[in-house]
């Protein structure tokens, strides 16, 4: 066994690695949340959405966990007099400062951490609830219209669908494509990874339920014995959808210390009815299956809408891609990014459509020292988002980017 992953890493590695210059949209040498927060490794954004308006105009979001109760908002978007500045542009909170009270108070967001952009100009957002794993409300899925900037939908989860203060959300995927053409954009099911809990949860918004789903391939590779901390015991870390236009759909996920892709049957996840069936899982081993071995670890992963699978590679500062309608083996794992400046470890990796309806992909990389307590030196980048056409990366042509063909880049003051 070890030889085969050694033989697969080797492979992977093996490809001829050029350097990718993506473009930068934003880097913070100081991530300040005004109200005197000056500190910027105080705070650690974990995700990212890009929003393209009809008329080319974009908003970045960005989510910023609470690990204190001092963090004055934990969802925002770069003011919009700063989308063109590439250092250390200005924050505000979303959808403004009246949903970011006390975090002991339940009514507004306690804790953002994903968020995902439909296709109906909605924002979803995962709220965790906690404060530094201290569990001060209970985990909530909110829905707000992108347009007005309001909310739409507010779900809290169901005390069994998560574990207080142990329950970490690392991935967030929505799926429209069963509800009909009526209510396409009134439903929609929401994927959330819950990688110290080990398991999935879906929620869907037409019928406003949610259910837990549990697997042994949904947690860590070592797991019996062991303490759920640290990133070695991460479980489910990623999720991902086949393209809505295929008929047969799966959805796909990695452990963060795991080596293999596992896929299911999207209809087999949707099964509200099944799932509350004592110990179902064991039953359904077949359904999920094992692709194959990268011999390497991902961390963050998304698909596009032509069956692409990108997965940003742990240490390697590289950017991998497969083909669902392929074998999953080294050779058939592309590197189609490498940039070990811009890509470290990536918490957040989204494909957002921009004004001409291409997709682009987006990362949100930072310093991995920034995540074990380290300080880095004040004028060094800890966190950055890059980005690049899908189709300039799977051409290995120069990135290009909607922003830049509407937003004059400039310097901060």
């Known amino acids: 066994m070890i030889v085969v992953l050694l033989s697969m890493l080797c492979a992977v590695q093996a490809q001829k690695l050029a350097l990718k210059e993506l473009h930068t949209l934003h880097q913070w040498t100081n991530l300040s949340l005004g109200d005197g927060q000056a500190l910027g490794n105080r705070f650690l954004p974990v995700d990212l959405d890009i929003e393209y308006g009809d008329e080319g105009r974009h908003r ?7 690990l204190g109760m001092a963090t004055p908002f934990t969802l925002a978007t770069v003011v919009s007099d700063d989308n063109g500045i590439v250092e250390n542009p200005r924050l505000e909170p979303y ?16 804790s953002a951490i994903r968020t995902y952009i439909d296709q109906c100009w909605r924002l ?4 965790s609830g906690q404060v530094n794993s201290l569990q001060l409300c209970p985990p909530q899925v909110l829905t707000f219209d992108l347009v007005r900037d309001e909310l739409i939908q507010r779900h809290s989860l169901p005390s069994n669908t998560y574990t207080p203060s142990v329950s970490i959300f690392t991935a967030l995927v929505v799926d429209l494509a069963d509800i009909g053409a009526p209510n396409r954009c009134v439903g929609g099911k929401a994927y959330i990874a819950d990688a110290w809990g080990y398991g999935l949860i879906v929620f869907d918004s037409l019928t ?23 990133s070695s015991q991460a479980g489910i870390f990623t999720v991902s959808l086949s393209p809505s236009e295929e008929e047969d759909r799966f959805l796909y996920f990695h452990t963060l210390n795991g080596f293999n892709e596992v896929k299911v049957s999207l209809a087999v996840i949707n099964n509200e009815t099944l799932w509350k069936i004592p110990n179902v899982s064991i039953s359904l081993d077949d359904r999920f299956r094992i692709l194959g071995t990268r011999g390497i670890q991902c961390e963050s992963e998304v698909m596009d809408q032509s069956g692409n699978l990108f997965c940003s590679l742990i240490s390697l500062g590289a950017l991998i891609k497969w083909e669902e309608s392929s074998n999953y ?33 987006w990362a949100l990389s ?3 020292k ?7 030196p004040e004028n060094e980048v800890k966190f950055q988002i890059v980005g690049c056409r899908t189709a300039d990366l799977l051409a290995n042509t120069p990135c290009t980017v909607g922003v830049t063909e509407t937003t004059p880049t400039k310097v901060a003051d």
């Open 60 to 66: 970045t979001f960005l989510t910023i966990p609470r």
């Open 329 to 361: 083996t080294a050779d058939d794992l592309r590197v189609v990014a490498y940039n070990p400046h811009k890509i470290k470890f990536v918490t957040g990796l989204k494909i957002n459509r921009n004004s001409q309806g291409e997709e682009e992909l």
């Open 366 to 368: 930072s310093d991995p």
């Open 370 to 376: 920034l995540f074990v307590g380290s300080a880095l």
């Open 95 to 110: 959808p403004n400062k009246d949903w970011h009270v006390p975090p002991n108070n339940c009514s507004g967001i306690t």
């Open 208 to 230: 406003g339920r949610s259910w837990r789903i549990e697997h042994e391939s949904m947690r860590p590779l070592s797991f019996v014995g062991l303490a759920r901390s640290g």
């Open 124 to 127: 979803w957002v995962v709220d």
